[in-house]
């Protein structure tokens, strides 16, 4: 539509320039040249508002990238203030955890002295040998659970420490560059001493087009 009208206008000013003033008489003339400027002008007028839509939708885009860059890192906070949640319920759990143990080993230590006191009186009565031996099975029931517990726990060690290791990994591989004028992903990585494709793959980018304000992760 744009390459028309200049296209027209082009023409116009092709076709002024080429009219002979012997053809036609100087009324008819100005008749014509009047027609011609009319369409000149209106022409120009077509113009200068297209290009003022252009600039409008090139705003609108440009707002466009920056909400869906604000809301990018909006998930992107929300996710780790989940992480950060998480990792804070399992710590308080693993504590809980820790305390019971704490607790176990006390009511333990309590029925191993129960048990010698037992053992330094077996010979008494038969009953409480028998009573005895009841106690014995009891303790090795809560040892197998203690045992079950503990593995408990160490899986969720391991789990704390793989959610440290994710958090720290995502927030420190790379740097935020923010695209100004003239730049390029060329420059960009040129600056930061980092390929391009290394920048188009981290941003998931398919192209080497960037605007101004975009934000993009750059590796370290």
Do not use: W
């Not at 002024?16 to 014509?32: F, I």
């Not at 120009?44 to 466009?64: A, S, W």
Request: proline share 1%; glycine share 0%.
């Amino acid at each position: 539509m744009k390459k028309t009208k200049i296209l027209s206008i082009a023409f116009l000013a092709i076709y002024l320039s080429a009219c002979s003033p012997m053809k036609s008489s100087p009324k008819e003339e100005k008749h014509q040249l009047e027609l011609t400027l009319h369409e000149l002008q209106t022409n120009l007028d077509d113009l200068r508002h297209d290009i003022n839509c252009f600039h409008t939708e090139m705003q609108i885009v440009d707002g466009k990238v920056k909400h869906q860059e604000d809301a990018t890192q909006n998930l992107k906070q929300q996710h780790l203030e989940k992480l950060q949640l998480k990792i804070e319920n399992l710590t308080k759990l693993f504590s809980e955890m820790e305390n019971k143990i704490t607790l176990f080993e006390t009511k333990s230590h309590s029925l191993n002295s129960n048990f010698s006191n037992l053992s330094n009186h077996a010979n008494e009565t038969t009953l409480a040998l028998t009573q005895h031996k009841d106690k014995i099975n009891e303790l090795e029931k809560i040892i197998l659970k203690q045992n079950a517990r503990l593995e408990d726990i160490a899986k969720v060690k391991t789990t704390l420490e793989d959610i440290v290791k994710t958090i720290k990994s995502n927030s420190s591989n790379y740097l935020i560059y923010k695209v100004k004028a003239k730049d390029s992903l060329e420059k960009i990585a040129k600056i930061n001493n980092v390929t391009v494709d290394s920048i188009k793959h981290l941003n998931d980018l398919e192209n080497d087009l960037i605007v101004v304000g975009q934000k993009l992760k750059i590796p370290k």
